[in-house]
């Protein structure tokens, strides 16, 4: 069982800059493969950015390419989301999420239904 809890969400400026965090408990945090998505008001849930266990490997959405970074400190069992130059169209609740596995590896997953945690996400407001 692993618990996920997020946090740094707020209301900021367009322009400005937040960093979410996703802190972990639970079974070990470094055999996550970890991503974060986000739902904006009347929207499915789309993907933001993954990172793989030990966080080597990174994607992103088109959408957030050059303006987010995620990382993560396995010492810490945290992961991270900076979101700089924020937009309006940012604004959403921004979900954790992990992927369990009993082997080490690199792979990344970018879909919903590959992952097996979540958080109940928080909310980042963009105002313009």
């Known amino acids: 069982q692993v618990q996920l809890v997020e946090s740094g969400g707020g209301l900021v400026q367009a322009g400005g800059s937040l960093r979410l965090s996703c802190a972990a408990s639970?079974?070990?945090?470094?055999?996550?493969?970890m991503g974060w998505f986000r739902q904006a008001p009347g929207k499915e849930r789309e993907f933001v950015t993954a990172i793989s266990q030990s966080g080597g490997i990174t994607y992103y959405a088109d959408s957030v390419k050059g303006r987010f970074a995620i990382s993560r400190d396995n010492a810490k069992n945290t992961v991270y989301l900076q979101m700089n130059s924020l937009k309006s169209e940012d604004t959403a609740v921004y979900y954790c999420?992990?992927?369990?596995?009993?082997?080490?590896?690199?792979?990344?997953?970018?879909?919903?239904?590959?992952?097996?945690?979540w958080g109940r996400g928080t909310q980042v407001t963009v105002s313009s």
């Open positions: 639970g079974r070990s945090f470094s055999s996550n493969a």
């Open positions: 999420a992990a992927k369990l596995s009993s082997i080490a590896n690199f792979r990344i997953y970018s879909r919903e239904v590959e992952y097996d945690y």
